[in-house]
C-alpha cells in the first residue's frame, strides 16, 4: 500500500512504512498488532473516502470504534479514517 500514490497509481493511503500495524515491532507487546485498517467495500468496488459519499461510510465507522474503546484515525489532525489502534498502546504494557 505504501507504494499505491509513490510508485504505483493511485492517491496515497499510507504515510508509514513501519506500523503498529505490524506484528514484528519490537515495541508492541508480546510482537502483537496494535492497529488495524478497515476497507468500506460497494459491489466489491473498495472505497477509499475520496467522495462524500464514501466518506461518510467511514465517518459512521469510526465512532462505533470509539464505542468499542478503539483509538481513532478520523480525529487526528491529519486524519486516518479507516484507521484504528489500541488507545495508549505505545505507553501501557
Given at each position: 500500500?505504501y507504494?499505491q500514490?509513490?510508485t504505483?497509481?493511485g492517491?496515497k ?5 513501519h506500523?503498529a ?11 502483537d498488532?496494535?492497529?488495524l485498517?478497515?476497507?468500506?467495500f460497494e459491489?466489491g468496488?473498495?472505497?477509499?473516502g475520496?467522495?462524500a459519499?464514501e ?8 465512532p462505533?470504534g470509539e464505542?468499542l474503546?478503539?483509538a481513532?484515525g478520523?480525529?487526528w489532525k491529519?486524519?486516518?479514517?479507516p ?6 498502546w505505545?505507553?501501557t504494557r
Amino acid at each position: 500500500m505504501y507504494a499505491q500514490g509513490r510508485t504505483k497509481p493511485g492517491r496515497k493511503v499510507t504515510w508509514v512504512t513501519h506500523s503498529a500495524h505490524n506484528t514484528d515491532l519490537a515495541d508492541t507487546a508480546h510482537g502483537d498488532a496494535e492497529a488495524l485498517d478497515v476497507g468500506v467495500f460497494e459491489n466489491g468496488k473498495y472505497l477509499q473516502g475520496n467522495t462524500a459519499r464514501e466518506l461518510a461510510f467511514y465517518l459512521c465507522l469510526g465512532p462505533i470504534g470509539e464505542r468499542l474503546g478503539l483509538a481513532w484515525g478520523g480525529r487526528w489532525k491529519t486524519p486516518d479514517y479507516p484507521h484504528f489502534e489500541r488507545k495508549k498502546w505505545r505507553t501501557t504494557r
